[in-house]
């Protein structure tokens, strides 16, 4: 579980909507709720149950434990929540342009037999990172196709890619794993969940601890490393210092 103080600073700063950095805008989304609840509901595009305007497939539910959100769904039935334009729920954050830079970290797991769960986006000049959950490993994506990485994907892992100047690169537990050229699609977009009734289409559950989100980096690739451990006593004083500058946290596990 998330310590009190430190589930107070990431609230602090998601409640603000955003977190100012020397480089970046951070956006922090801790699991500790729905994304469709409290201030996280002007931040993200939802398509699940308690949509606002009823965009979501029956056959789909979600909760957060306070400090997990499980994505439930069936074959063809699809659940997500990120940032685009559409479904009468836009976002109130942007991602931007690929000169600038932007970056994407989640920390997640798959249910045991779960399987063809998404983590993908577009920045404002169309310029995309892809992660496709499978059950026993991920694939990701670069314009000259994908690759097949083996991983228990029943145990918590961090993803992060990050797109800049038409490049994409991407990391797996804070380890480089490949990137070049990014495929290019649809503007402004952020998918984190099963997308879709279609072909690529998930069953069963994916679990999310936390997610950030990081924009305009001023054209600087970004230092991607661990999350700062959290100490199980101390200061609310520094974990807000440590929120505010935008550093995700790993969850400590008792």
Same mark, same amino acid.
């Given at each position: 579980m998330k310590s009190p103080a430190l589930r107070f600073a990431l609230l602090f700063a998601v409640a603000g909507a955003w977190v100012s950095r020397a480089t970046a805008t951070t956006y922090l989304y801790s699991g500790d709720t729905l994304p469709t609840v409290?201030?996280?509901?002007?931040?993200?595009? =939802?398509?699940?149950?308690?949509?606002? +305007?009823?965009?979501?497939?029956?056959?789909?539910?979600?909760?957060?434990?306070? #400090?997990?959100?499980?994505?439930?769904?069936?074959?063809? %039935?699809?659940?997500?929540?990120?940032? =685009?334009?559409?479904?009468?729920?836009?976002?109130?954050?942007?991602?931007?342009?690929?000169?600038?830079?932007?970056l994407v970290r989640a920390r997640l797991a798959l249910a045991p037999n779960s399987t063809e769960w998404s983590m993908y986006w577009y920045d404002s000049s169309g310029y995309g990172s892809s992660f496709y959950f499978l059950n026993g490993g991920f694939q990701y994506y670069t314009a000259?196709? +994908?690759?097949?990485?083996?991983?228990?994907?029943? %145990?918590?892992? =961090?993803?992060?890619?990050?797109?800049?100047?038409? %490049?994409? +690169?991407?990391?797996? #537990?804070?380890?480089y794993l490949g990137g070049g050229a990014a495929f290019t699609g649809a503007s402004n977009f952020l998918l984190i969940g099963d997308s879709s009734a279609s072909t690529i289409s998930g069953t069963g559950s994916m679990r999310l601890d936390y997610l950030q989100i990081d924009v305009d980096l001023d054209g600087t690739p970004p230092v991607i490393a661990p999350p700062n451990p959290v100490p199980e006593t101390g200061a609310t004083a520094g974990l807000l210092a440590a929120a505010l500058a935008g550093f995700a946290v790993r969850r400590r596990r008792r």
């Amino acid at each position: 579980m998330k310590s009190p103080a430190l589930r107070f600073a990431l609230l602090f700063a998601v409640a603000g909507a955003w977190v100012s950095r020397a480089t970046a805008t951070t956006y922090l989304y801790s699991g500790d709720t729905l994304p469709t609840v409290g201030a996280y509901a002007p931040l993200y595009t =939802t398509v699940g149950p308690g949509h606002p +305007s009823n965009y979501y497939f029956p056959g789909t539910t979600w909760s957060s434990d306070g #400090d997990i959100l499980t994505m439930n769904t069936t074959f063809g %039935q699809g659940i997500w929540f990120g940032r =685009t334009d559409g479904y009468l729920d836009p976002s109130s954050f942007s991602l931007t342009n690929t000169a600038e830079g932007n970056l994407v970290r989640a920390r997640l797991a798959l249910a045991p037999n779960s399987t063809e769960w998404s983590m993908y986006w577009y920045d404002s000049s169309g310029y995309g990172s892809s992660f496709y959950f499978l059950n026993g490993g991920f694939q990701y994506y670069t314009a000259a196709g +994908s690759t097949f990485v083996a991983a228990d994907m029943t %145990q918590f892992h =961090t993803f992060t890619s990050y797109v800049l100047a038409g %490049q994409v +690169s991407y990391f797996f #537990d804070n380890t480089y794993l490949g990137g070049g050229a990014a495929f290019t699609g649809a503007s402004n977009f952020l998918l984190i969940g099963d997308s879709s009734a279609s072909t690529i289409s998930g069953t069963g559950s994916m679990r999310l601890d936390y997610l950030q989100i990081d924009v305009d980096l001023d054209g600087t690739p970004p230092v991607i490393a661990p999350p700062n451990p959290v100490p199980e006593t101390g200061a609310t004083a520094g974990l807000l210092a440590a929120a505010l500058a935008g550093f995700a946290v790993r969850r400590r596990r008792r």
